[in-house]
T-cell receptor
Framework: DTGVSQDPRHKITKRGQNVTFRCDPI?????LYWYRQTLGQGPEFLTY????????KSRLLSDRFSAERPKGSFSTLEIQRTEQGDSAMYLC?????????????FGPGTRLTVL | SQQGEEDPQALSIQEGENATMNCSYK?????LQWYRQNSGRGLVHLIL?????REKHSGRLRVTLDTSKKSSSLLITASRAADTASYFC????????????FGKGTLLTVNP
């Protein structure tokens, strides 16, 4: 399967701990997105990379959140000092970069539970 | 980008019936995309319709777009239990970041 992969699929942590998630996009895709989804809601945009450059961050991405995409390949999303409100599904997507008709392909997500 | 609003919030039908869900948005768009999400396969892109298109088909899916009413509809014909999922629309107004903004979706349940 050459789709978007995310690791881990599930993460349970205690409040105050740091967590890091990884996303491996489809290999030829130069755009990578992170979204967050809570129960009963659609995914909300967090941040976006074009190759290794982080081009936009949502207001939702507080200073406890940081994302990287070294060498324009895989990406990591780190949450420091987790809070219960961070509990959500974190989705990664990638796309080729074809302009406005770009199709984003989503990974299975990482479900985070903060106790 | 702008958020689409799906209607109804929930829809329950019998297998074999058709399902129609709607999406409304507020400002002009470049295109509108529909996605499906179920527990087994995550979020999957279904179809993209451009602002200069009025109707598009893909298998059992038919999408219409009425830019004058700022609305789109997704029709699933001859539904199957496997179509049970949440369906989201994502209107894309253009811009330089190409992010998608999703509403709360329509939860479709197809009963066998």
């Amino acid at each position: 399967d050459t789709g978007v992969s995310q690791d881990p699929r599930h993460k349970i942590t205690k409040r105050g701990q740091n967590v890091t998630f990884r996303c491996d996009p489809i290999s030829e895709h130069n755009r990578l997105y992170w979204y967050r989804q809570t129960l009963g809601q659609g995914p909300e945009f967090l941040t976006y990379f074009q190759n290794e450059a982080q081009l936009e961050k949502s207001r939702l991405l507080s200073d406890r959140f940081s994302a990287e995409r070294p060498k324009g390949s895989f990406s990591t999303l780190e949450i420091q000092r987790t809070e219960q409100g961070d509990s959500a599904m974190y989705l990664c997507a990638s796309s080729l970069g074809l302009g406005f008709t770009d199709t984003q392909y989503f990974g299975p997500g990482t479900r985070l539970t903060v106790l | 980008s702008q958020q689409g609003e799906e209607d109804p919030q929930a829809l329950s039908i019998q297998e074999g019936e058709n399902a129609t869900m709607n999406c409304s948005y507020k400002t002009s768009i470049n295109n509108l995309q529909w996605y499906r999400q179920n527990s087994g396969r995550g979020l999957v892109h279904l179809i993209l319709i451009r602002s200069n298109e009025r109707e598009k088909h893909s298998g059992r899916l038919r999408v219409t777009l009425d830019t004058s009413k700022k609305s789109s509809s997704l029709l699933i014909t001859a539904s199957r239990a496997a179509d049970t999922a949440s369906y989201f629309c994502a209107p894309n107004s253009g811009g330089s970041n190409y992010k998608l903004t999703f509403g709360k979706g329509t939860l479709l349940t197809v009963n066998p």
